[in-house]
């Protein structure tokens, strides 16, 4: 199954967005809660995009060692 790579770019986006959700300080506690609870989710997909990414980087950098 070929899963579709995600948008680095795009998460950060939606990260910056829940914070200034959060930091307008018009969310009841269950909504912040749940935008806590995205951004989390985005950052983990964003640390896990960077291991992606560098991996490539290396196996370029190899390659054009070799």
Known sequence: MNKKK???????EDIQAI?????DGNLGLEAMRDEVA????????CRNRLREIKG???????????
């Open 6 to 12: 995600v948008n680095y770019d795009a998460c950060m």
């Open 19 to 23: 914070l200034i959700r959060i930091q």
């Open 38 to 45: 995205k951004a989390m989710e985005l950052i983990s997909t």
């Open 56 to 66: 490539e980087m290396d196996q370029l950098v190899s390659e054009e060692e070799a």
